[in-house]
DNA sequence: TTTAATTGATCAAAATATTTGAACTATGTA
DNA sequence: TACATAGTTCAAATATTTTGATCAATTAAA
């Protein structure tokens, strides 16, 4: 019960559709006009359907034949793009590509480099997705992910590749009008405990979950990223540390207000990270590029000029 | 730039993957395993890719063989739907079928030849849309649909076959509490003027839109079928005659009142209809299918007992 | 209207492509 | 170690496709 429809037929099917004659077809597929005829023929004669309405000189095509023509372009083009498809995955680059970006890293360099790659690559499928602190280093170990753009701190175990981008300085911020604000600096971790902590979700799903480092035992607002930690400290829902660069303007503005506490908190190192059995040009492409950027104290992941 | 890839070379990869080895892929294929390793290897060659690692005796695919393969067979699956799609449309089935339900009609009834129909002609897509009133003739006319079951009165231009199914009998029912039950009948219509109305509008696009036949200059309400008028006329929100054979529960539970009013309204004769110029089986065989159906005054649209 | 040009079909011969079967190599198994 | 199994290679046999010449039906041009 097989079916006699042939990739070469429907290309032939194609070309006469496209150029409008037999002979046309022909030429353009360097064959003799009775080529054509022989394999427009033989595909009706084994699909024992007509494919043109011969009553007239110039042929026509039936109703099942444009329906066979039409659905016919839909798998040469589906040959087509499986041909290139192969090429590209023999020569080394991935069909798909997953990267993960910490919510700590501002987005828009990485943005650029995607649109790059794409135009570089269009075949192979980009997916991405954020994570939160230890949920990187997770999605990368468990392989939902081939590449973590801002994993922090150290790998939780063997096996990776790692490039170190640069160091994130936390400071301890709250929202302007904060009654902390009104308080002798520096502030004793007595006094905070008095105020709700705004704490970001570790997405962490397999690997042991890490603390974020803050101080336990106190009320704690709970979001899901950076931006949203961000705003919830800027509506005085609660206290807590922020990247310095990622609130740059808003201290500036004055919508937060950084504090010096009794206790200060040491810098995190950020990085790049990939599976070592990662062998894909795209993974290499992504981390030869990244590795000329580095992730700046007071404006986050850049080129340097 | 062509894709060298072969339906035939697809299928071969198919058969030695669900068969686990050349040979019994080979044997599969009526054909002998050199040319097997023939078919694979030309495949290679003009692909320019290795499919299979021959490092050991058993042969095993490759991630690009396995991209192949996995993508090739989604391949196979559509030209084998291809080639009995146009078997199917030869023969004058129809590929697509739209039909259009008035929402006068029960629908089970049609639910349950949809049913039948597609397990005798699975290929064919159906689609099914509601109109109201006149929409359907103009669903039809304007080739939106293919078939109208329900259709109401005469077509309003040449070129429709038609079979009448039976006669809709419209009682004017409000809700049991409506302080229109309370009024000595029949009722005049100087009264109903009172009470807004319920009206189904009219889904036409195209033809001249048909009035309701209700009385005109009060205040209405529009709901876009049956079902919703009923609805609403239940809640007492408004006063409308119904089609007898929908409301008899609600009748018997006393939900609706039926009143007699000093000018009755006549029985509206419904049908099925269709274009004239569609000649495919799946129309023929819903219409023959709904010509053994009649429409009863109480119990809607059944097949005689 | 007649003529010339074009379109597609048909057919035998020629050119290609595929399949076969025997011989061979490598690998895993008794 | 010998044996069986899996896949490859190669020349010969077979099948398929392409070609080129010829024909009939249309269409465009003269």
Redesign the interface.
């Known amino acids: 019960m097989?079916?006699?429809?042939?990739?070469?037929a429907l290309?032939t099917l194609d070309a006469i559709d496209r150029r409008r004659s037999f002979a046309a077809a022909a030429e353009e597929l360097y064959r003799v006009p009775s080529a054509i005829s022989y394999t427009i023929s033989k595909l009706e004669e084994d699909?024992?359907?007509?494919l043109f309405d011969r009553s007239r000189r110039k042929a026509e095509l039936t109703?099942?034949g444009r329906?066979?023509l039409e659905?016919?372009r839909?798998?040469?083009v589906?040959?087509?793009e499986?041909?290139a498809?192969?090429?590209q995955?023999?020569e080394g680059w991935e069909?798909e590509l997953r990267i993960c970006i910490d919510s700590l890293i501002n987005c828009e360099p990485v943005y650029d480099l995607i649109e790059q790659f794409q135009k570089l690559q269009p075949r192979t499928e980009l997916r991405l997705t954020e994570e939160v602190l230890g949920g990187s280093w997770d999605a990368l170990n468990s392989e939902q992910c081939d590449l973590v753009i801002g994993a922090e701190g150290d790998p939780p175990s063997q096996g990776f590749g790692i490039h170190l981008l640069g160091q994130v300085e936390f400071v301890f911020a709250v929202s302007a009008s904060h009654p902390l604000t009104d308080m002798q600096q520096p502030i004793s971790l007595q006094a905070i405990q008095d105020y709700p902590t705004v704490v970001v979700t570790d997405s962490s799903r397999y690997l042991p979950v890490r603390s974020t480092g803050l101080l336990d035992g106190r009320s704690r607002i709970a979001v899901s990223s950076i931006e949203h930690k961000i705003a919830a400290q800027i509506r005085g829902l609660g206290v807590g540390y922020l990247p310095k660069f990622r609130i740059k303007k808003e201290l500036e503005e004055g919508k937060l207000k950084q504090l010096m506490l009794a206790e200060t908190r040491s810098p995190r190192s950020i990085s790049i990270a990939w599976r070592n059995t990662s062998k894909g040009k795209g993974v290499q492409w992504f981390v030869s590029q990244l590795r000329q950027m580095v992730f700046d104290q007071d404006s986050g992941l850049q080129r340097p000029k």
Chains 1, 2 share one sequence.
Do not use: H
């Not at 097989?2 to 070469?8: E, F, H, K, N």
């Not at 699909?47 to 007509?50: I, R």
């Open positions: 097989y079916s006699p429809i042939t990739i070469d290309r699909l024992g359907v007509e109703a099942v329906l066979i659905q016919g839909q798998i040469l589906a040959t087509e499986l041909t498809l192969a090429k995955t023999d069909t």
